[in-house]
């Protein structure tokens, strides 16, 4: 029995030690240990975002806080660099509960919800694309809290993260224009300097191929004859450029990004034209959904016959096809819309939708534009001298899909601009059977043309007289997208759009009289343009 006894005694007094054990590992005390794993050679630029954290709380939650960032010699970055940097946190989220589960509290108070805490971005830093850390390495100083029975426990990690940024190296090198004529026996004699975008520019330049015919400016990228070279005749070079980091030795190869012509007497050069994105616009039906290269949207359907649906009037069949065509385009589609049938016109709002495009690629070097055909067909105007509809233009730079606008005229997905008072059009001169058919065209203006035959009352004050007649006329329209819009993600938008409300009735002596018009489309394109030295 004594023996039982003293054995209850040890069995008990080692569970006041393991007691007393657990419940001083239990006690809140200041985080410890704070440990990231490093980011090494990121780029300048660069978005950069870390592995989530590890450290001691003790099991409680803990809060990150981004006090400063140093460099390596410990001086302290500029305010300005912390906007771009994020740390994440902790989100808690309610789920509701169905009262009749019978869920209750320890005071039998029902429970209706169940809250859930996401910690997987706790502590995650992400530095934002376009941040102006130069390269080098900085030491990020994170404060982490934690709090338990209303009380604060925190501890300052000085250098928790360590970040190290390289150079942005050169991914586009761009000579403009392409090819570039270099004069035999003229000291002056010079390419443009090489552009190069979005990259660090403490860079040296050099030749990798040539190198015994041309000679490179280091700083400048400019080429030029080699001082050892022996003309005999015109030679056509191709050279391939090194692009070294002046900060890290790291280099890059560009090819065929540039031709140079020799000759003994100055020759001029030939300029590129690219026409990208020419899609056939081939549909099939009068309503489709969308065809090669482009959706429809529908938000009044009116009364016509066709909304952005296979060509039905004879009147569009005459269209020649223009030289920028692609060979390969052979089904190549006039799209037409209608916005009447037979003596009665009823409102109607419909989109071509573009497919978006980047263009981000022509953005050095070239001229950029978008380009289209259309004809305004069969317009008769109101009783005050309106069209009753026009064709609309419109570019977006954010456009990310779905329905543009909704039938009160609210604008739902993206920013759009309208463009048809910047356009540069032209007036179809030549005829087939008597039937406008495209080139020739006339002198080119600005703004694309009222629809009808310009004659009569203006209360929009756009009618030009001295432009003649758009009724069923070929019109050749280019926009000349600006730099601001040279994204990846453009987008080109058409809406034919009706002003009037009710029903036109185009008979004589009826109380409102005029007729909507046919719109006939073709050979949509983005064309990119180098221009002369």
Same mark, same amino acid.
């Given at each position: ?11 008990? =007094?080692?569970?006041?030690?393991? =007691? ?25 630029? /660069? ?35 912390? /906007? ?141 004859? %080699?001082? +050892? ?97 692609? %060979?390969?385009?052979?089904? /190549? ?80 997905? +993206? ?10 059009? /032209? ?49 050749? =329209? ?22 009037? %409300? ?32």
């Amino acid at each position: 029995m004594y023996t039982y006894k003293r054995l209850l005694f040890v069995l008990f =007094c080692l569970t006041m030690v393991s =007691c007393r054990t657990t419940l001083k590992d239990e006690l809140p005390s200041a985080p410890r240990n704070l440990k990231y794993m490093s980011v090494s050679n990121a780029r300048e630029g /660069q978005e950069v975002v870390t592995i989530a954290p590890t450290v001691e709380t003790g099991g409680l939650l803990p809060k990150f806080e981004l006090l400063s960032v140093t460099r390596e010699d410990g001086s302290l970055v500029d305010a300005s660099l912390l /906007q771009d940097i994020r740390i994440g946190q902790s989100t808690s989220t309610e789920t509701p509960l169905d009262p009749e589960l019978g869920y209750v509290d320890g005071d039998g108070n029902p429970i209706t919800f169940v809250s859930r805490v996401n910690s997987a971005n706790n502590g995650v830093i992400t530095i934002a694309t376009g941040h102006k850390f130069s390269p080098g390495d900085y030491f990020f100083n994170i404060k982490v809290t934690t709090e338990a029975d209303g009380r604060e426990y925190s501890t300052v990690f000085d250098k928790g993260f360590h970040l190290n940024v390289g150079p942005l190296l050169p991914t586009i090198l761009v000579y403009t224009p392409k090819n570039q004529n270099l004069v035999y026996g003229d000291p002056e004699s010079r390419t443009s300097a090489a552009i190069m975008p979005s990259a660090n520019p403490d860079v040296t330049f050099e030749l990798a191929t040539e190198s015994d015919k041309l000679t490179i400016n280091k700083s400048t990228g400019e080429i030029s004859i %080699a001082p +050892g070279y022996v003309y005999s005749e015109y030679e056509s070079l191709h050279p391939t450029i090194r692009i070294v980091n002046n900060y890290s030795g790291e280099a890059v190869l560009f090819k065929d990004k540039l031709t140079v012509v020799v000759t003994d007497t100055p020759q001029e050069m030939p300029t590129e034209t690219i026409y990208f994105f020419y899609p056939t616009l081939f549909a099939t039906g009068s309503y489709p959904t969308g065809g090669d290269g482009f959706s429809v949207q529908t938000i009044r359907a009116g009364n016509g016959e066709d909304i952005w649906g296979e060509l039905d009037n004879s009147t569009g069949r005459a269209f020649v096809r223009p030289p920028e065509r692609p %060979a390969e385009n052979t089904n /190549q589609t006039v799209l037409e819309t209608q916005t009447y049938r037979l003596a009665a016109s009823e409102p109607t709002t419909s989109w071509l939708v573009t497919t978006t495009q980047d263009l981000t690629p022509y953005k050095y070097g070239y001229k950029l534009s978008f380009n289209y055909y259309y004809m305004p067909g069969f317009h008769v105007y109101m009783a005050d001298g309106r069209a009753a509809d026009d064709l609309e233009v419109y570019i977006s730079t954010d456009y990310k899909g779905g329905t543009i606008q909704d039938a009160a005229g609210n604008w739902l997905n +993206g920013t759009w601009t309208q463009v048809n008072e910047q356009m540069r059009c /032209q007036k179809s001169l030549g005829l087939v059977n008597n039937v406008s058919s495209g080139a020739p065209w006339g002198d080119e203006f600005i703004g694309t043309p009222y629809p009808g035959n310009q004659t009569g009352a203006d209360p929009d004050g756009k009618k030009r007289p001295a432009l003649g007649t758009f009724y069923n006329k070929w019109v050749k =329209c280019a926009y000349d997208i600006l730099p601001e819009q040279i994204t990846n993600t453009v987008t080109v938008a058409f809406r034919v759009h009706s002003r009037f %409300a009710g029903k036109l009735e185009n008979v004589t002596g009826s109380p409102i009289i005029g007729r909507g018009g046919h719109y006939f489309f073709t050979d949509f394109n983005y064309k990119a343009e180098e221009p002369k030295r």
